[in-house]
């Protein structure tokens, strides 16, 4: 049987440096830095960077915002926005900004497609980064990170599940999960012709 595997929250919190560290030396006084996290996944992430830039340098002036995917998902017939989700919110103008999208998974790179047709919806920036505490691999689309945290290869039916707890640091996890076992179909669960 298959187990989970778990990443602690310290080695999340190393990977979390890691990224900030290479934003500050690529970064180190922009004019404008947007930090805008892919909902739901990137927020809680854009914001801990955030607090870690301004640590490392505080002359570097950075904003967080959101960006949500929502209305630019390809699979929106089949996936529909949930009731609850984090709308988009920039705080200041994008056009000629750098900006980094920032996302817990980058997996196909669907999102961070969708996430780049909202984001020049409402501007154009002088230049678009992408940083992710967890590339999976097996790219469908030609998408590359430029800040990765932590580099994984879980089977393409695995989950990898990202928790970041906003009030609760150290309880923040990271899950490569099996696939949910599949139920063998019944007797009684066949189409039956009328």
């Known amino acids: 049987m298959a187990t989970t595997q778990t990443i602690g929250a310290q080695e999340i919190h190393a990977a979390i440096t890691r990224l900030a560290t290479a934003i500050a030396a690529r970064h180190p006084a922009p004019k404008k830095l947007l ?8 927020v809680t992430l854009a ?17 967080t915002g ?11 017939l089949r996936h529909p926005i949930p009731k609850e989700f984090a709308p988009t919110h920039i705080p200041t103008d994008v056009h000629g900004a750098t900006v980094i999208l920032v996302d817990d ?14 984001l020049f919806d409402h501007g154009r920036p002088a230049k678009v980064e992408l940083a992710v505490l967890v590339d999976r691999g097996r790219r469908l689309m030609p998408v590359a990170a ?3 945290g932590l580099t ?7 989950k990898v599940v990202v928790t970041l ?13 099996p696939p949910a076992p599949t139920r063998p179909a019944t007797a009684g669960s066949a189409h039956r012709k009328s």
């Not at 930090?35 to 990137?42: E, K």
């Not at 994984?152 to 695995?158: F, G, K, T, V, Y």
């Open 152 to 158: 994984l290869a879980p089977a393409p039916e695995e």
């Open 105 to 118: 998974v980058l997996f196909s790179g669907r999102t961070v497609k969708a996430a780049l047709d909202e």
């Open 35 to 42: 930090l805008l996290g892919i909902a739901n996944g990137g």
């Open 66 to 76: 959101t960006v949500d995917i929502s209305f630019h998902r390809d699979d929106i």
């Open 47 to 63: 914001q801990r960077l955030a607090v870690q830039l301004s640590a490392l340098n505080p002359q570097l002036s950075t904003s």
């Open 146 to 148: 430029d800040y990765t």
């Open 165 to 177: 707890d906003l009030k609760s640091p150290t309880r923040d996890s990271i899950r490569v999960e």
